[in-house]
């Protein structure tokens, strides 16, 4: 049966050989571009065909250069695991917040001016002047609140789920430095209309910083970067708030996500994968798992020389 | 978990995955389907809720509610729950900062094989008992009392302080007869009678802790405000 990547990827995508290795076509270079038609048999006077065939060859000139179409077509055709529900799109969710948060974030940078003069007046312009203003900056302030929703969703479905364990521990290590990131954006945001609320609520939460043990004076002085809350408290937040974590929040979901293709989604805990009915001596891992080659003899089939049916009868995972 | 218990799981996932259904389009419509409630959610927030401003910063005026975002009314409610101030670097930051690690750390010290909720008792309990506590203490945050109406009988020559008192968000964190929120602040309740008038003052000026400070308050409304504090006993 061919794969299935075979049958959807078109012929040019498909692992082609390098000019000059065996197997690579042997075509002479063209003299001049008139005088050399193209290789396969086609009707000069349908340019429509022609057209349909540009963006393949596009594709495979760029798929030559970055031989990219099989991790492509791996990673959108790769199973997974039977079982799978509503509860696994959590994660690909609060990925789709944070791009509405970084989409709406790009067109208020636009109007913004992260200065104590200005902040106030940039943030009344936007929401009075600019079109569909209020709106992406309503898109902006609420899509915080269900970032935040959404992550907490996402880590209680892994929590809940025990998808944290082996082989995904460092994946989840990642997903709770995501988390710490995600609240520092919803804290270095809040000042930033720099109004009467945020103005004093940012306050508070630098006192409750330096109220901490030994680096606690040390935090709240970096983050009111002054004696006073003022104009370098502001820019050192907007920078942090639209350089700093961005940058480290999409490095990390680049990693989270490599993780999960790599590793693959769970399934939900109380999903079992069938025993087959009879063992299959072609695979090793059918052999643990199923375990019910048990013949009332004792002459189980073997793999390699090595009886397999010893196993406990129940084999899955306690 | 043992190399066994390792090996076992890895077996049963490659069958549970030769089972299943590949990513797309199957699993990607769920996700297409629940991105478009996502930002139609965010979108129906926006038209709805608004975005409109506060009046504009201003560290000389102080009409102001010093509270934060809802997500994070659970670290300030702890303030209010911890009250003694010898604590309170444990409420702020030791508290949280153990959680966190605690967190981080989850699959070293929880390594049991195990993945069914009802058959890992501690975790599930554990679990289920932080939503709980992070669900009151936003609770007690989104309805602790308005901290810009106080409401009690004021002799006439202390009545300029306490409208001070109501339109400086005091009360959002102190307890000021029946008005205003216990904590994180001391209760003012009866302050005249435990600090003297100087002492007020000084509070006043620095916030001691987490209190913001106030010495942008003009002279006349500083005076007025201690005159009223410290008539209380």
């Not at chain 1, 000069?44 to 492509?72: C, N």
């Not at chain 1, 696994?88 to 200065?115: C, D, H, K, N």
């Not at chain 2, 929880?110 to 669900?135: C, F, N, Q, S, V």
């Not at chain 2, 009866?190 to 010495?215: C, D, K, N, Q, T």
Request: with cysteine; glycine share 10%.
């Amino acid at each position: 049966m061919p794969k299935l990547s075979d049958l959807l990827v078109p012929a040019p995508l498909r692992n082609t050989p390098k000019p000059g290795e065996a197997g690579a076509p042997k075509t002479p270079a063209p003299q001049d571009l008139k005088s050399a038609p193209p290789e396969r048999p086609t009707d000069l006077g349908r340019t429509g065909e022609k057209a349909l065939e540009a963006p393949v060859e596009a594709m495979a000139w760029i798929d030559q250069r970055m031989a990219a179409s099989g991790f492509l077509t791996g990673m959108l055709f790769r199973k997974v695991p039977k079982g799978t529900n509503w509860f696994y799109t959590l994660g690909s969710a609060t990925l789709f917040a944070f791009i509405v948060q970084a989409v709406t974030g790009v067109f208020l940078a636009m109007f913004y001016t992260p200065s104590t003069t200005q902040a106030y007046s940039s943030i009344a312009h936007i929401n009075n002047d600019v079109f569909l203003g209020q709106f992406v900056h309503g898109m902006h302030k609420w899509g915080a609140s269900v970032m935040v929703i959404l992550v907490f969703l996402h880590m209680g479905r892994t929590f809940f789920f025990g998808a944290y364990k082996y082989p995904r521990e460092l994946n989840w290590v990642i997903g709770v430095v995501l988390l710490i990131l995600t609240m520092t954006m919803a804290f270095t945001g809040y000042l930033l209309p720099f109004d009467q609320r945020s103005y004093w609520a940012s306050i508070v939460g630098i006192n409750i910083n330096g109220t901490g043990p030994i680096v606690g004076p040390y935090l709240s002085d970096f983050l009111r970067a002054g004696p006073e809350l003022g104009a370098t408290t502001l820019s050192r937040f907007y920078a942090i708030h639209m350089l700093l974590v961005p940058g480290a929040i999409i490095a990390l979901i680049g990693a989270h996500l490599y993780l999960v293709v790599k590793l693959g989604t769970t399934a939900p805990p109380w999903t079992k994968a069938d025993k087959p009915r009879v063992a299959t001596p072609t695979s090793n891992l059918d052999a643990g798992v199923s375990g019910n080659g048990y013949r009332p003899d004792g002459a189980g089939p073997t793999i390699a020389g090595v009886q397999i049916d010893g196993h406990n009868g129940e084999g899955a995972p306690a | 978990m043992k190399a066994s218990d390792k090996q076992a799981y890895l077996e049963e996932y490659e069958l549970l995955k030769k089972k299943g259904k590949p990513f797309f389009p199957y699993a990607v419509m769920k996700d297409s389907v629940m991105a478009l409630v996502v930002v139609g959610v965010i979108i129906a927030m926006s038209l709805l809720l608004g975005a409109e401003q506060g009046p504009k910063a201003d560290p000389t005026t102080t009409t102001y509610v010093p509270r934060p975002e809802w997500y994070f009314f659970f670290l300030f409610e702890l303030l209010r729950v911890i009250k003694p101030p010898e604590l309170v670097p444990i409420a702020t930051i030791g508290i949280p900062t153990i959680c966190m690690v605690l967190l981080l750390l989850l699959p070293f010290y929880d390594k049991g094989p195990e993945r069914r909720p009802e058959r890992r008792p501690l975790a599930t309990t554990a679990g289920i008992l932080t939503i709980l506590a992070m669900g009151y203490l936003t609770y007690a945050g989104a309805t602790s009392g308005s901290p810009t109406e106080i409401d009690m009988k004021v002799a006439p020559q202390y009545k300029a302080g306490a409208e001070i008192v109501a339109g400086s968000g005091c009360l959002a964190c102190h307890k000021l007869g029946e008005n205003g929120n216990n904590g994180p602040g001391p209760e003012l309740t009866h302050i005249g009678a435990r600090i003297p008038r100087a002492a007020i003052i000084r509070s006043i000026e620095i916030g001691p802790s987490i209190m913001p400070s106030f010495r942008e308050l003009p002279k006349e409304k500083l005076n007025e405000l201690a005159d009223f504090l410290s008539s209380l006993n």
